[in-house]
């Protein structure tokens, strides 16, 4: 677990990641509507707080997901910046839906996994159920960065693909 008090959380909210997602990830506290349960993930992927995303995914839908599958791969991406285009949620009927972009380096190239997840509301806590894969395109030279530095992408990330 980070406990580094200056990092900045890595789901684009402008917190420390301690008063942030931590707390989540702590199971100090749940995520009262999709879009922070969404964020928090994010964070966890980023953080590599691989149990969090265990125990906020649905059980009826982890399809043998484990710890070790999380793992695969974790330490050759580099999460640079998590986009929320739009989220939904109805506790009544207990569901909701986040559509996001979260953009990542791996092997000199930046893509970005763009989905609109579902959430079911069970027992006073969301979960993570399934997403629908989108195809993400790359910003323009001249549009703010995915990392949210406040540069323009040719300017920042751009320059980290090969």
């Given at each position: 677990?980070?406990?580094?008090?200056?990092?900045?959380?890595?789901?684009?909210?402008?917190?420390?990641?301690?008063?942030c997602c931590q707390p989540y990830h702590?199971?100090?506290?749940?995520?009262?509507?999709?879009e922070d349960l969404m964020r928090s993930?994010?964070?966890?992927?980023?953080?590599?707080?691989?149990?969090?995303?265990?125990?906020?995914?649905?059980?009826?839908?982890?399809?043998?997901?484990?710890?070790?599958?999380?793992?695969?791969?974790?330490?050759?991406?580099?999460?640079?910046?998590?986009?929320?285009?739009?989220?939904?949620?109805?506790?009544?009927?207990?569901?909701?839906?986040?559509?996001?972009?979260?953009?990542?380096?791996?092997?000199?190239?930046?893509?970005?996994?763009?989905?609109?997840?579902?959430?079911?509301?069970?027992?006073?806590?969301?979960?993570?159920?399934?997403?629908?894969?989108?195809?993400?395109?790359?910003?323009?030279?001249?549009?703010?960065?995915?990392?949210?530095?406040?540069?323009?992408?040719?300017?920042?990330?751009?320059?980290?693909?090969?």
């Amino acid at each position: 677990m980070n406990s580094d008090t200056t990092l900045l959380c890595p789901c684009g909210k402008p917190n420390n990641y301690i008063d942030c997602c931590q707390p989540y990830h702590l199971a100090q506290k749940s995520a009262k509507n999709v879009e922070d349960l969404m964020r928090s993930r994010y964070s966890a992927f980023a953080l590599q707080e691989f149990q969090y995303l265990l125990d906020t995914h649905h059980p009826d839908y982890k399809n043998g997901l484990t710890l070790q599958l999380l793992a695969q791969g974790a330490n050759e991406t580099q999460w640079l910046g998590l986009d929320v285009e739009q989220s939904n949620q109805d506790p009544s009927i207990g569901s909701g839906t986040v559509t996001f972009k979260a953009w990542y380096l791996n092997e000199g190239c930046i893509d970005a996994i763009y989905e609109c997840s579902q959430f079911k509301y069970i027992n006073g806590s969301w979960f993570y159920t399934e997403g629908q894969q989108k195809q993400a395109q790359l910003p323009k030279r001249n549009d703010k960065c995915i990392c949210h530095s406040g540069k323009k992408f040719k300017a920042c990330c751009m320059k980290k693909q090969y």
